[in-house]
């Protein structure tokens, strides 16, 4: 979503991508039919130092992938604390789970797979810290589900909030687009949360439940 070059310039004034994320995104760019999906360093690294500031007990994502996000959101579980992450492609579940290993972290990981939508009624959890990078259409419904579970002072941050900038359009098209308009407005008008809009990458929503 931003420019290029600004990209880069952000990348150079930033903490080093550290070298099994680096490895992960390179596997990503080599095999995956959408390695743009992957949160990147940018990204990582700004949800790595929102978990480190959290200090989260549980931490919920929705949308692993091959597990890049989780490894950054993990390492700021405090002592015992656990990550639940939900994806829905088999295939990119076991790659993410070799890649938790590797990390030395896959102790800390709870991974399901298949729908978050039949998953997520049955983890009985209070969320400290909430990452939701999954379908786009669905976005409203979960965050409906997850609020109730997300502790006051909890944080939640919903990638994707731009949507390639198609959200910036006066007319906006396509349903992932207008799914997300849809989740930005009902965010918006949530009285119980404070939300700032971030233009990182494709756009993050930082939320905080008051």
């Not at 549980?58 to 996000?69: A, D, F």
């Not at 993410?96 to 102790?107: S, T």
């Amino acid at each position: 979503m931003i420019q290029p070059l600004a990209e880069a310039y952000a990348a150079h004034y930033s903490s080093e991508e550290d070298a099994l994320l680096k490895s992960i995104a390179q596997e990503s760019s080599g095999y995956h039919a959408q390695p743009h999906m992957l949160s990147g360093h940018l990204q990582g690294k700004f949800l790595e130092i929102i978990s480190k500031i959290a200090q989260p007990h549980r931490i919920l994502e929705l949308g692993t992938m091959i597990g890049y996000s989780a490894i950054c959101l993990a390492k700021g579980l405090r002592e015992g604390g656990v990550l639940h992450t939900i994806e829905s492609r088999e295939d990119d579940a076991v790659r993410a789970m070799n890649h938790f290993k590797q990390a030395g972290i896959d102790q800390k990981i709870q991974l399901h797979v298949g729908n978050a939508m039949d998953i997520l009624p049955t983890i009985a959890e209070s969320w400290d810290l909430v990452f939701i990078d999954a379908d786009k259409v669905n976005y409203s419904q979960y965050y409906s589900l997850i609020k109730p579970n997300l502790k006051s002072g909890g944080l939640l941050i919903a990638d994707n909030v731009l949507f390639h900038g198609e959200v910036l359009r006066p007319e906006i098209k396509g349903k992932n687009a207008k799914a997300i308009q849809a989740f930005n407005e009902m965010v918006r008008c949530d009285a119980d949360m404070e939300t700032v809009l971030l233009t990182i990458r494709d756009g993050l929503l930082l939320m905080r439940k008051k």
